[in-house]
Nanobody
Framework: QVQLVESGGGLVQTGGSLRLSCAAS????????MGWFRQAPGKEREFVAA????????YYAESVKGRFTVSRDDAKNTVYLQMHSLEPEDTAVYYC???????????????????WGQGTQVTVSS
């Protein structure tokens, strides 16, 4: 069982920045693929970013490319989502997810992930 705890959400003005953190349990965190997803009010949950065990070539949704950066610190069992130039459209609950089994597919689909955090609210005011 892997537990994921997100933090770092909050209220920010348009153009501002936030850094989300996701702390994971598990002794083999360095082998996990980690993803970030978000769900805005009235919308389905969508992919935001993902990083594989190697940390090479992270994946991003088109809507956040150039503004968000996903990274990981395996020594701390933590994955981060640095968000810049935030827009009201980024307002959502942000979830981190962990894929603990070896993954060969592109890690953008929710169904690929084994564990989910409870989410952290990000609100961007205009």
């Amino acid at each position: 069982q892997v537990q994921l705890v997100e933090s770092g959400g909050g209220l920010v003005q348009t153009g501002g920045s936030l850094r989300l953190s996701c702390a994971a349990s598990g002794r083999t965190f360095s082998s996990y693929t980690m993803g970030w997803f978000r769900q805005a009010p009235g919308k389905e949950r969508e992919f935001v970013a993902a990083i594989t065990w190697s940390g090479v070539s992270p994946y991003y949704a088109e809507s956040v490319k150039g503004r968000f950066t996903v990274s990981r610190d395996d020594a701390k069992n933590t994955v981060y989502l640095q968000m810049h130039s935030l827009e009201p459209e980024d307002t959502a609950v942000y979830y981190c997810a962990a894929r603990v089994r070896l993954l060969t597919a592109t890690p953008t689909r929710q169904t690929l992930y084994d564990y989910w955090g409870q989410g952290t609210q990000v609100t961007v005011s205009s």
